[in-house]
């Protein structure tokens, strides 16, 4: 048989979420990733580096942005140094104006966490990183979950290692995913919804070990 390996934004946040939903039942996702370039392969650096290179004085960008040297955005469909690119994927034709990597993230969370009803809304966008994809998640349960009781189970998961304030930075080269930012969804009624920041390195959690991961599974059988 086949077995596929989930996008990498999706892998970011299952180790964090997972034993989060064993605890309080997940019912619904409000994610905002922000991915970095290399998520897009060689041609997604290169455009990052290239672009950060040609930029001469870059300070001058705190007063007009039309000051950066014209550059060819491919593989974006806007510049990516000094910028933000709120469509990380092509855009689907089917009606909606979501991207692929809109659409993977909803129905491999689903696919994983074995919820096929799981309300999933989420923005990708790109970012001027080179390696960490990190997200932004609401998360609303079943059941009233504290922030205390968050932090303990995800201080014993597997894979997670919390932290106050997440970056990409800390990431990049690590195995782990990294959580912090918890904190009371207060758009959530009656204590069941959290707000958290998770980061992955998307070239080692996201592919290149969550693949290894599957191959030591699969040998084990």
């Not at 989930?6 to 619904?28: F, I, S, W, Y």
């Not at 140094?81 to 689903?110: C, H, M, Y």
Request: proline share 7%; net charge negative; aromatic share 4%.
């Amino acid at each position: 048989g086949i077995i596929a390996n989930p996008n990498c934004t999706t892998m970011a946040a299952m180790p964090v979420l997972k034993p989060l939903h064993d605890e309080a039942g997940l019912q619904r996702l409000k994610v905002a990733t922000y991915q970095a370039v290399s998520g897009s392969g060689l041609a997604g650096v290169r455009a990052l580096a290239d672009q950060v290179a040609a930029a001469v004085e870059p300070e001058r960008l705190a007063l007009d942005g039309s000051v950066l040297p014209p550059v060819n955005p491919a593989p974006y469909v806007a510049p990516i140094a000094f910028n933000v690119v709120p469509l990380a994927g092509s855009i689907v034709d089917d009606g909606w104006g979501e991207t692929d990597e809109e659409q993977k993230l909803r129905n491999e969370s689903r696919r994983i966490l074995h919820l096929p009803g799981l309300l999933v809304a989420g923005t990708c966008v790109r970012v001027p990183v080179f390696t960490g994809h990190s997200l932004s998640i609401h998360a609303e349960f079943d059941q009233a979950l504290s922030v205390e009781r968050a932090t303990e189970l995800l201080s014993n998961a597997s894979g997670v290692v919390l932290s106050d304030v997440p970056t990409p930075l800390q990431g990049a080269g690590q195995n782990a995913c990294y959580a912090g930012r918890i904190r009371v969804d207060q758009s959530v009624p009656d204590g069941r919804g959290l707000v958290l920041f998770v980061v992955g390195d998307n070239l080692r959690k996201g592919a290149a070990l969550n693949a290894v991961q599957i191959a030591e599974v699969v040998a084990s059988r």
